[in-house]
């Protein structure tokens, strides 16, 4: 996992996630970094956001790549790819993780996949220190394209998941889902990173807006020919 920090003030401040694909680069969603870098890090190896964690590594920003098709109006295409000023170190707490290329299989309705951030735990904005891990469920598309879910909004690029509550459903039922702050994060189906956290909303578990995930399946190509050795300009 990749924390995408702002700075505030004296300090830097967690604003999205990300997650380390290859030696010098995170993956994350472009509207994480809409306006370009700005002087934002990128932390690896970070648990928790305010202790001094031996296993940390910051990264300046060398380049910024967001998907050239992405729609700010209802976050289609939204991945992006940052490259780092330097290759990171591998450790146990520093590692790229695998992701699905084209051809591979997604997950299915009803199949359980997990997801990861800091971003809130509540509507009222309140944000973990620590790194929150949840499993969520895969909803079909049909649904989640139904008028009073996300409607045309929601495109074939996208996955959406949630906490399904357990049957019997007793309320009061507290559902977990991804939420503000988590974007960019990974979601991964048996270890394999499959989608990104893209509109995990600003209302969180809430019944009919799931969490929304941008298939990276979809992005092999554009992801190969922008992390390819540039040749050099005569």
Sequence with gaps: MASIQVQDGENMKHECGGFVIADQWVMTAVHCLPTGPNGRKVVLGVHSLSEAEETKQTFDILELHNHPEYSGSNYDNDIALI?????????????????????????????????????????????PDKLKEVSVEVMS?????????????????????HKL?????????????????????????????????????????QIKKPGIYTIISHYTEWINNTMAPQPPTE
């Design 83 to 127: 490259k780092l000023d330097r290759p990171f170190n591998s450790s146990e707490a520093v590692k790229a993780v695998e992701y699905l290329r084209t051809g591979g299989t997604n997950p299915s309705t009803g199949a359980e996949v997990d997801t990861a951030g800091w971003g809130s735990i509540d509507d009222l904005g309140s944000r």
């Design 141 to 161: 598309s049909a649904r989640c394209g139904r008028r009073d879910y996300f409607g045309r909004k929601f495109t074939d690029n996208m996955i959406c998941a």
């Design 165 to 205: 509550c357990p049957e019997p459903c007793d309320q009061p039922y507290k559902k977990e889902d991804s939420c503000d702050g988590d974007s960019g994060g990974p979601l991964l189906y048996n270890g394999v990173a499959v989608g990104i956290t893209s509109n995990g909303g600003k209302k969180c578990g």
